[in-house]
């Protein structure tokens, strides 16, 4: 007996002293205070949305606010941490759910305890109070392809990579992107919607094998932060950069190499760190007991002049105008 | 005299310091009876999970199961579908209900069976049964729902298991602390309890004494499988939707809790209270963390470590039994080392 107190005393000792030390500042502040809940943190995009996220905190040192993930790809770790937030009394909650349905449930508890809910990515969602889309989604997945149509000279096989297929946007932009394609009579998509979970290698795995199975095929257009990276990486081994044209969602900086080598034609996107900081923006907004309306400007670059919509629930659809396509001759302007 | 139990021992005291320390660290908060109710109705999910888990690691022979949580999410997809396809929702709030709970059970007991019957009458060791079943239940899951998240709906009766109260304890944990104690029950004072256990100490011995041993695995594993049911239910009622790949890291988290509660992994032994507890802890821990705001990488080096803590203090446990051994009589619950 005295064993296990000893032992589990000690232990009890050293995380509470870790926890202690860990905890000074964070719960300190007064304010109100706007966490940012993203899908998955440590990964290249959602540390730039960070990027805006701290900065948005610079510019208003009276408000506590972070950003904070579930270290896996997981919609029920996601849940988690959003019921633990709104337990532990969040005034604002910027979310950028894994999957908006699996949420619905705690966002409305959330709504209903008198937090502020904001969604970003998640054009669906019944229960926020406002979801802020960068752009068009359908804009923009027609755009991608037609860049890759340009670069297929409008035939051949092409396929398409989305981040999961409960993953709305992604969906949203390959349906666009096919319904651009049926201008061409000469592509032929084959087995679309391949999920790569944002996971880069296991992207690079899958590409690999749809190369086997098709050796003729010509074109991806792929959709989460990662898959540009792993779809690359197998056409740049293959010794096919060049000869199949690969357009996706995709951040400048971890792309560069394969732009220049010519495996990726063309990465689309919109830079997180905005949206993460006209999330922010709206949610203090709504704190502040503001209204958000057509045309208004949430102070952030993109963001200048917004369209407001009616969303899918009683929120409001906010879309800015943050679309960028750049390639090999491009992307210099805009490295991050 | 029943031996103290160290592992329950350790279980309690950590309990009740991260609740102490929960309490310091957040001003109170922490403490408050949302965030009670919060973490409470978090619980059953993991916890029923982890509760089957140690039923498939009591029956011996490398046993575990894997399929829990894909076994969940079919449970609670097939059983929605088929509900809705004979009840509208709003029509038929409460025959949609029954419908759906006892569709859950169902499916559930159907593909705890199925493991049960590959591992005692083909022999298939657990791992491989179960991993195969999960990848296999996964696949039908998509193919029912399209790989869409499938919407239950929000009947009343549905809605207030997952999200109602009763004397301001949620009714998804009181169901949990139901079904945990009819099993500890059962796994204590009924035959089938004991020739559980014994099995899984000694398989060879218990087959000469003539324990039909099928049956026993056989059962084991279907209650496995009615328990992911029962998560199942859980799952769709909190969250109004499932899907096919909610909760992917329960797999792990669930064994997770059943080594902590001192299950042992050859089996022959372990506690449903022990499992009931550790769950609750991984809970306390895991809303501690996010309540301090640190990062999600950090929760998993702190489940780790305290795995690693409790591995190393079943150690000295089975270190005090083997003085036993010289001592006085033995626990037949340890009958190994």
Known sequence: MNQYLKTSGLFVAAVVSALGMASQGAIAQDGKSITTVVKISGIPWFDRMETGVKKFAESNPEMNIVQVGPATADSAQQLQIINDLVAKGTDALAVVPMDPAILEGILKRAMDRGTIVVTHEADNQKNTMVDVEAFDNSAYGAAMNVRLAECMGGEGKWTTFVGSLGSRTHMQWVGAGEENAKQHSGMVLVDPNNESFDDANGTYEKAKEILRKHPDIKGFQTSAGNDVLGVGRAIEEAGLAGKICLVGTGLPNPSAAYLDSGAITAIGFWDPQKAGMAMNSVAKTLLAGGEIVDGMDLGVEGYESVSVKQGPGDGLLVFGNGMVLADKDTYKDYLF | ?337
């Open chain 2, 1 to 337: 005299m029943r031996k103290l139990d160290g592992n329950l021992v350790l279980l309690v005291t950590l309990f009740a310091v991260l609740l102490v320390a929960g309490g310091l660290l957040s001003g109170g908060t922490y403490l408050s009876l949302f965030n009670l109710q919060s973490m409470a109705s978090q619980v059953p999910e993991i916890g029923l999970l982890a509760i089957g888990v140690m039923l498939a690691m009591c029956a011996g022979d490398g046993g575990i199961d894997l399929s829990g949580i894909a076994m969940a999410n079919l449970a609670g997809v097939a059983s929605g579908l088929f509900a809705m396809s004979i009840f509208p929702v709003d029509e038929a709030p409460v025959l949609f209900t029954v419908t759906f709970v006892i569709g859950c059970a169902v499916v559930g007991l159907i593909g705890g069976t199925l493991n049960g019957l590959i591992i005692s009458r083909l022999g298939i060791t657990p791992i491989l049964c179960t991993l195969g079943t999960q990848m296999f239940f996964t696949g039908v899951t998509v193919v029912l729902s399209g790989g869409r998240a499938v919407r239950i709906g929000t009947p009343e009766p549905l809605y207030e298991i997952g999200n109602g109260y009763v004397l301001g304890i949620p009714i998804s944990f009181l169901m949990f602390i139901g079904v945990a104690t009819l099993l500890g029950l059962v796994l204590r004072h009924t035959p089938y309890g004991v020739k559980l256990m014994m099995t899984g100490s000694n398989q060879k011995a218990a087959e000469f004494s003539g324990f039909a041993r099928a049956r026993i695995v056989t059962t084991t594993y279907a209650l496995s499988g009615l328990l992911a049911g029962l998560a199942g239910l859980i799952i769709a009622a909190r969250n109004v939707n499932v899907k096919w790949d909610y909760g992917t890291t329960y797999l792990l988290i669930a064994i997770l809790v059943a080594v902590m509660a001192g299950v042992k992994p050859e089996g022959g032994y372990g506690r449903v209270i022990n499992v009931v507890l550790a769950a609750i802890i991984l809970q306390l821990l895991s809303s501690l963390l996010n309540f301090v705001g640190l990062s999600n990488f950090v929760r998993d080096l702190a489940w780790g470590a305290l795995l690693l803590c409790f591995l190393f203090v079943n150690r000295f446990a089975l270190v005090e039994h083997f003085d036993a051994l010289f001592s006085s009589k033995r626990d037949p619950h340890a009958s190994k080392n």
